[in-house]
T-cell receptor
Framework: DGGITQSPKYLFRKEGQNVTLSCEQN?????MYWYRQDPGQGLRLIYY???????QKGDIAEGYSVSREKKESFPLTVTSAQKNPTAFYLC????????????FGPGTRLTVL | QKEVEQDPGPLSVPEGAIVSLNCTYS??????FMWYRQYSRKGPELLMY????GNKEDGRFTAQVDKSSKYISLFIRDSQPSDSATYLC??????????FGTGTRLLVSP
């Protein structure tokens, strides 16, 4: 089955630690995205990548980093510089031929203790 | 002012009711309009999309876009308890990033 996987589903982190969230897709999509979802704020774009080895900052990139070494993979690192990292993180991908449709993964719930 | 405004709800209706969900936006350049459904603790899934103005129907769901008023709607007929979810509107100018509303939580009671 084609789709997007995110792991882990739940993640707990101590303050001051970096943590990496995994996102893998087998849809052969060129573009991939990371969003953060907080109650009452909808989805906010963190980073996106339209092609391997290239990525751009979204609206709230501070305290996050990404890499895009393979077409299938777009990991997100939440660094200790992110002041309020507790949130639901969603990864999405899109074909370059589609103007609109993004496919989402199941999400990772990150909690900072 | 946010680019896309959406009432967070919750909107509570009895089973069988007609549901109307709405978003307003400020950017007149938006051309593609989408509705995503998100169940609790899951990723959003695309429900419907519309290009430019007009209506689009898919089963019990109808999407409407009124570009002159910068207003989009999603209607759900014969609502079911399984429709209980958060509905997110999203839009963009074409191949640019999507701009999402905050989502409206819908509760359909049996």
């Amino acid at each position: 089955d084609g789709g997007i996987t995110q792991s882990p589903k739940y993640l707990f982190r101590k303050e001051g630690q970096n943590v990496t969230l995994s996102c893998e897709q087998n849809l052969n999509h060129d573009a991939m995205y990371w969003y953060r979802q907080d109650p009452g704020q909808g989805l906010r774009l963190i980073y996106y990548s339209q092609i391997v080895n290239d990525f751009q900052k979204g609206d709230i990139a501070e305290g996050y980093s990404v890499s895009r070494e393979k077409k299938e993979s777009f990991p997100l690192t939440v660094t200790s510089a992110q002041k309020n990292p507790t949130a639901f993180y969603l990864c999405a991908s899109k074909s370059q031929d589609a103007a609109h449709e993004q496919f989402f993964g199941p999400g990772t719930r990150l909690t900072v203790l | 002012q946010k680019e896309v405004e959406q009432d967070p709800g919750p909107l509570s209706v009895p089973e069988g009711a007609i549901v109307s969900l709405n978003c307003t936006y400020s950017n007149s350049a938006f051309q593609y309009f989408m509705w995503y459904r998100q169940y609790s603790r899951k990723g959003p899934e695309l429900l419907m999309y519309t290009y430019s103005s007009g209506n689009k129907e898919d089963g019990r769901f109808t999407a409407q876009v009124d570009k002159s008023s910068k207003y989009i709607s999603l209607f759900i007929r014969d609502s079911q308890p399984s429709d209980s979810a958060t509905y997110l509107c999203a839009m963009n100018t074409g191949f640019q990033k999507l701009v999402f509303g905050t989502g409206t939580r819908l509760l359909v009671s049996p």
